[in-house]
């Protein structure tokens, strides 16, 4: 049973109830950094107030959290939405409760649907910025099955904030702008967004535009009047056509497609750390498996005396990171489809033979994956694209319910198509390329109404007594599970704040190169790390984007990660 945290003095929510809301076109204010018996953490503050008004509504959790989800369709087209899908770990009475809201590929999809006649991978544009990329959408449904088991709010008032924000309109920030340029191919590639984001000039709109999205209103007032059955029955048709009409081969969508689309609930994988207990999202994620696997092999480790200042930690940190991929990229995948050897993965003995493969004096020549108890015979390993079209939210709501919820379309701005006013995702380019290499079948092959792999981890961590004292999860592609990993000891093992272990460093290994973000302390560590036996570190701009409740004596602390704070201006 989960503690309510009755004993905690009551807070002020900073808005009112959801049937008044009326989404003001200006910059909404933070709210304040510790709230004692609930809390909201998302990547915008627009999205956080629309959580609020649900929490001051009497709604739970996951009122709230689908409420932000909503409203990012609106104020974050860029990173998720109603197009696309996402992954929710819901802590309760009932325990740990997952929910799977990926994508699924059409039933008509084969392993070749990536690769021309030569066998060699199609052109960007075909293969992204197409319908061969939009797998059929699961954030809807997924709300759908976790409004039916835990919502308290009424399914249509969860729709209020957003549509207000998409009628009467929301101010442009930086960080759109900055989106709308960099992935300018994509957010402009149909009339329809163009009108939305773009001037005559064919230039993003200035920050502080006042965007209006009248079209996303209208398709949210028909979900919010009929249901999910808006948007999977008598919806299907028409999503179907317009996907279908932009895939120029292999397995089109069909409304069936549509129609059979189903929300899962997933068993959880939770481990323990030293005295805690970690929960998060298992297949077709695969980021609960990597968080548990890194955070377990780093046990035998005193990362506390070591400290975030340490090249020794690093180095830790980075061996890890590559021995519990090199598993991810073999074993982890949609398991309706492929044996996943999830409880092998994670056991204790398998991941304490995998830790002692980490020498703190000198860096592994190359990780191998490993041979969990019951690991397929044959497996190839296989890649997908990062994903730079996700998001992140943590809610906690006044019965000490907690929800973590990762939502994406992929890329940013998915396929670039753009229907009933929100963009699809382009979610099957998660899928391997290759359906086999050298005659081996790959797990994360495309497969008929599969689903694609995914680094989503959103995780809840629990204390030795059983309280939730940390909701977290990060967006960010293949560095998704690194960022929580990386947090998760941050708060535990060096005594930081929410923010300050959301601000530590990205370090990653990819092969022999090590990416970090330029003037980190990690950066000034290279010539250290180098010469434990890491390669070359490659130097990026500063990355990032990770939401965390933490509790503290005093309440919650809602934190974000600064490198997006500083983008959310309006300046």
């Not at 991929?325 to 409880?343: C, H, K, S």
């Not at 092998?344 to 493969?357: N, Q």
């Not at 005659?439 to 204390?463: L, Y």
Request: aromatic content about 8%; charged content about 20%; some cysteine.
């Amino acid at each position: 049973m989960f503690r309510p945290y009755a004993l905690l003095a009551p807070f002020a929510l900073l808005v009112s109830g959801c049937a008044g809301y009326n989404a003001p076109p200006v910059a909404v204010s933070e709210p304040a950094p510790v709230a004692s018996q609930g809390a909201v953490s998302t990547a915008d503050p627009r999205a956080t107030a629309a959580g609020e008004a649900i929490l001051a509504q009497g709604g739970s959790a996951t009122d709230a959290a689908i409420a932000v989800m909503l409203a990012l369709t609106v104020v974050e087209p860029q990173s998720s939405g109603i197009g696309g899908g996402g992954f929710m770990v819901l802590a309760g009475d009932d325990g740990v409760v997952t929910f799977d809201g990926r994508e699924t590929a059409p039933a008509a999809a084969t392993g070749a649907r990536f690769l021309d006649e030569d066998g060699e991978p199609l052109p960007y544009t075909e293969r992204v910025i197409s319908g061969l990329s939009v797998g059929i959408p699961g954030n809807i449904a997924l709300a759908a099955q976790a409004h039916e088991r835990y919502g308290k709010v009424p399914w249509a008032d969860l729709f209020a904030p957003a549509i207000a924000l998409a009628r009467d309109g929301f101010l442009m920030n930086r960080r759109l702008n900055d989106s709308l340029s960099s992935a300018a191919e994509r957010a402009s590639n149909t009339e329809a967004a163009r009108a939305i984001f773009f001037g005559a000039d064919g230039a993003p709109l200035p920050v502080g535009t006042l965007i209006k999205v009248p079209e996303l209103a209208e398709t949210f007032e028909r979900i919010a009047s009929r249901g999910p059955s808006a948007m999977y029955e008598t919806g299907a048709e028409a999503l179907a056509d317009y996907v279908a009409a932009e895939t120029p081969r292999d397995g089109r969508m069909t409304a069936a497609d549509v129609r059979s689309y189903a929300a899962k609930e997933r068993d959880p994988v939770c481990t323990r750390y030293r005295v805690y207990k970690i929960c998060g999202m298992g297949p077709p994620s695969s980021g609960g498996v990597a968080v548990a696997q890194m955070l377990g092999q780093l046990e035998r480790f005193d990362l506390a005396q070591l400290g975030p200042q340490s090249p020794q930690f690093w180095h830790l940190f980075l061996e890890s990171q590559r021995i519990a991929y090199a598993d991810r990229e073999v074993y982890l995948a949609d398991q309706d489809f492929v044996e996943v050897p999830v409880a092998g993965l994670v056991d204790p003995a398998y991941i304490a033979a995998r830790s002692a493969l980490i020498d703190p004096g000198a860096a592994m020549a190359n990780a191998e994956p490993g041979v969990p108890q019951g690991a397929p015979l044959a497996r190839a390993d296989g890649n997908e694209p990062p994903e730079s079209g996700t998001t992140h939210f943590s809610i906690v709501d006044a019965e000490g319910n907690a929800v973590s919820y990762t939502s994406t379309v992929e890329g940013a701005f998915g396929s670039g198509l753009h229907f009933g006013g929100f963009y699809l995702n382009n979610e099957l380019t998660d899928f391997s390329s290759s359906p086999a290499i050298n005659g081996v079948p790959v797990a994360n092959r495309v497969e008929g109404g599969k689903r694609p792999r995914s680094s989503m981890a959103p995780t809840i961590v629990f204390d030795q007594d059983g309280e939730i004292i940390l909701v977290i999860g990060a967006a960010g592609g293949p560095t998704i599970p690194v960022q929580v990993a990386r947090s998760i000891i941050g708060v535990l093992d060096f005594g930081m704040t929410a923010e300050e272990a959301l601000g530590l460093p990205l370090i990653m290994a990819f092969g022999s190169t090590i990416i970090t973000e330029e003037g980190s302390s990690v950066a000034a560590m290279a010539d250290e790390l180098q010469a434990l036996g890491h390669g070359e570190l490659r130097l990026l701009s500063p990355r990032g984007k990770a939401n965390a409740l933490r509790r503290t004596p005093d309440g919650w602390e809602s934190a974000g990660d600064p490198r997006v704070a500083a983008m959310l201006g309006y300046e």
